[in-house]
C-alpha cells in the first residue's frame, strides 16, 4: 500500500496567516491527488483535484502544488470558517489511502 | 446536481452482515465516465477505502485487500443505486460508513479524486 504522511498533525493560526500542509507518498504517485475539507459531523468536501485543480466554488484562497511524492496545500489568507480537519487522498492506485488528517485551529 | 443518499441500520450484531444502500440522483450507476466508492472513518484507522463498482461494458469491483474476503459492492440499476455488503462483523467494522463517486478524466483511464459524497452513516458493532 501506499503510505500518505501528513504533516502536521495539528496547527494553529490566525486570522489571515498563509498556512501550509505537507502530504508525503511513500512512492510516486503523479498528480493522482485530492485535498479535502472537513468539518465535525459531515462528509469530507473536497477542494483540490489532480494535485493543483481548485474545485468549482472552492475560494480562491485555497490552492495545491506538487507531484510525484510530494504534494501542498496553501491557504493563503486564514478565515475563521477555515477551522476544520484537513486530508490529502492519493487515487494512483489500489488501495486509495489517505493522509491521517490535519486539524486546523484558529486563534 | 448530484446527489448520494445514504440508508441502513445503524447497529449491526458481531458476526452478522452490515449492509448498507447509496442512492443516486443526478447520475446513473451505469455511467461509463463515473466510478462508485465505499470509503469508513473511524478513530483508530482514520479515513479507509474500502471498494468500488463501475461499469466498463462490463461491471468491475476492486477491493480493499484488508476487507476483500468478507465485503462485496453491488450496483443495481432498477433503483440506480449500489450497495456495500460487509459480511462476519466484528467491533472493529464500528465506524461512520460514506458512500462517494469518481469521475473519469475524459479519453483517458484516470480518474478525478472523490468528488460527491454521501451524507455518511454511523454503523455500530454490538451486541
Known amino acids: 500500500d501506499i503510505q500518505m504522511t501528513q504533516s502536521p498533525s495539528s496547527l494553529s493560526a490566525s486570522v489571515g496567516d498563509r498556512v501550509t500542509i505537507t502530504c508525503r507518498a511513500s512512492?510516486?504517485?503523479?498528480?493522482?491527488l485530492g485535498w479535502y475539507q472537513q468539518k465535525s459531523g459531515t462528509a469530507p468536501k473536497r477542494l483540490i483535484y489532480?494535485?493543483?485543480s481548485l474545485q468549482s466554488g472552492v475560494p480562491s484562497r485555497f490552492s495545491g502544488s506538487g507531484s510525484g511524492t510530494e504534494f501542498t496545500l496553501t491557504i493563503s489568507s486564514l478565515q475563521p470558517e477555515d477551522s476544520a480537519t484537513y486530508y490529502c487522498l492519493q487515487h494512483d492506485s489500489y488501495p486509495y489511502t489517505f493522509g491521517q488528517g490535519t486539524k486546523l485551529e484558529i486563534e | 446536481q448530484v446527489q448520494l443518499q445514504q440508508s441502513g441500520p445503524g447497529l449491526v450484531k458481531p458476526s452478522q452482515t452490515l449492509s448498507l444502500t447509496c442512492a443516486i440522483s443526478g447520475d446513473s450507476v451505469s455511467n461509463n465516465s463515473a466510478a462508485w466508492n465505499w470509503i469508513r472513518q473511524s478513530p483508530s484507522r482514520g479515513l479507509e477505502w474500502l471498494g468500488r463498482?463501475?461499469?466498463?461494458?462490463?461491471?468491475?469491483?476492486h477491493y480493499a485487500i484488508s476487507v476483500k474476503s468478507r465485503i462485496t459492492i453491488n450496483p443495481d440499476t432498477s433503483k440506480n443505486q449500489f450497495s456495500l455488503h460487509l459480511y462476519s462483523v466484528t467491533p472493529e467494522d464500528t465506524a461512520v460508513y460514506y458512500c462517494?463517486?469518481?469521475?473519469?478524466?475524459?479519453?483517458?483511464?484516470?480518474?478525478?479524486?472523490?468528488?460527491?459524497w454521501g451524507q455518511g452513516t454511523m454503523i455500530t458493532v454490538s451486541s
Open positions: 512512492q510516486g504517485i503523479r498528480n493522482e
Open positions: 462517494a463517486r469518481e469521475e473519469r478524466v475524459p479519453a483517458t483511464a484516470l480518474y478525478y479524486a472523490l468528488d460527491i
Open positions: 489532480a494535485a493543483s
Open positions: 463498482t463501475y461499469y466498463r461494458s462490463q461491471w468491475y469491483n
